[in-house]
C-alpha cells in the first residue's frame, strides 16, 4: 500500500521530469520501487533515456532492465511496435533467456493471440513451475477472455504453490462475490485474515459476506467482525456500525424468546446506532435524517 507522503513524492519528481528540471531515472526507481502502475510516464521517461545515447549507456546494466520495463509498459498502452522493438534488443542481448520469452508471450496476449500466448506460457512453465508472473498471466489472461472459470481454476493452482500471496486470495474472493459463491468467498477471507490479521477490510468484507449468507450462527459470527472493524478502525467505520445494526436486527428477529441474547443484541444495536448517527451528524448532516429512518426501521 502506498502512503500519502509516498504519492505526493511521486506526483512531485514525476511533474518536475515533466517539466524539465527532475530526474527521469530517479522517477522510474521510485515507480519500480513502490510497484506503482504508470505505464504512460514509463514509456515516456523510459524512451526519453533509451533514445539518448549518453544517458542510455551510463545506466550500465540498468539498461536491459529499462528496456523490459519500456517493453511491458508499451504493451500496457497498446504500443505494440515499441514492444517489439524493445524485445528485439533484449532477445539480440540474451538469445534463449526464458524472461525474455515471457515478454515474447506476453506480446502475444497484448495481440490478442490467446493461443499462441496460452501455448507459449504453458511451455515456459514447463521449464520453471514456479515462475508466479506466468501463473498470474495466465489466469488474467482467461479473465480477460471471459472464462472466469479457468481463471479460477488457474488462481486456485497459484495459491496451491505460492499460499501467501494475499492479493491472489483478495482477487480470488471478488471473483467468487461477483459469482455469488459466497461460500468460497468466505474461505478466502479467512486466509486473509489469518496472514493479515490488522487489515480492517478483510475484517469488514468477511462480515459482508456472512451475512450475505444468512443464518444464526453466520450472523453472529458477521456480528463479531464487523465488531473486530470498528476496533481496527478507532470506531469511524460507518458501514460496520451499520452492520452491527443489520446483523443484530436480524439476530433478533431469530432468538426472539431468548431473553438473555436479546438484551446483549439491544444494547449493542443501540450503541451502533448512537454512534452511526453522531458520525452523519458530523460528517454529512444532509443524510441523517434518511439515516434515522432506515435505523427506525431496524430497531429491535
Known amino acids: 500500500m502506498v502512503s500519502k507522503t509516498e504519492e505526493e513524492q511521486v506526483n512531485r519528481l514525476e511533474s518536475q521530469v515533466e517539466n524539465g528540471g527532475g530526474d527521469a531515472w530517479d522517477y522510474l526507481g521510485l515507480v519500480r520501487k513502490l510497484k506503482l502502475r504508470r505505464f504512460d510516464k514509463v514509456l515516456q521517461f523510459g524512451l526519453s533515456i533509451l533514445n539518448d545515447p549518453k544517458q542510455r549507456s ?19 498502452c497498446q504500443c505494440l ?14 538469445p534463449g533467456s526464458k524472461r525474455v520469452g515471457r515478454l515474447e508471450a506476453m506480446l502475444l496476449e497484448a495481440k490478442g493471440s490467446w493461443a499462441e500466448a496460452e501455448t507459449a506460457y504453458s511451455s515456459l512453465l514447463q521449464d520453471n ?20 472459470s479457468l481463471a479460477i481454476e488457474y488462481i486456485n493452482k497459484y495459491l496451491e504453490i505460492f499460499m501467501a500471496d494475499t492479493d491472489a486470495w483478495r482477487e480470488l474472493a471478488e471473483i467468487y462475490v461477483s ?88 444494547e449493542l444495536h443501540s450503541l451502533s446506532a448512537l454512534a452511526l448517527e453522531k ?10 435524517s434518511l439515516l434515522t429512518a432506515t435505523l427506525k426501521c431496524l430497531k429491535l
Not at 458520525?279 to 441523517?288: A, E, I, V
Request: glycine share 6%.
Open 129 to 148: 513451475p514456479l515462475d508466479q508472473i506466468i501463473h498470474k498471466r495466465r489466469a488474467a489472461m482467461a479473465k480477460a477472455q471471459g472464462n472466469i
Open 81 to 94: 511496435d515499441v514492444a517489439l522493438e524493445s524485445i528485439k534488443v533484449l532477445q539480440k542481448k540474451f
Open 279 to 288: 458520525g452523519y451528524k458530523q460528517r454529512n448532516p444532509s443524510k441523517h
Open 58 to 76: 551510463a545506466l550500465g546494466p540498468q539498461e536491459w532492465t529499462l528496456y523490459e520495463e519500456v517493453a511491458i509498459a508499451a504493451m500496457d
Open 179 to 266: 459469482l455469488q459463491m459466497y461460500k468460497q468467498a468466505a474461505f478466502c477471507y479467512e486466509e486473509l485474515i489469518l496472514s493479515q490479521p490488522t487489515v480492517p477490510l478483510y475484517h469488514l468484507t468477511y462480515a459482508d459476506v456472512l451475512y450475505t449468507l444468512g443464518g444464526l450462527e453466520n450472523l453472529q459470527t458477521a456480528k463479531k467482525y464487523y465488531a473486530s472493524t470498528i476496533d481496527l478502525t478507532g470506531g469511524k467505520n460507518s458501514r460496520a456500525l451499520f452492520g452491527i445494526c443489520l446483523c443484530t436486527s436480524a439476530i433478533g428477529q431469530l432468538t426472539k424468546g431468548r431473553n438473555k441474547e436479546e438484551k446483549e443484541n439491544s
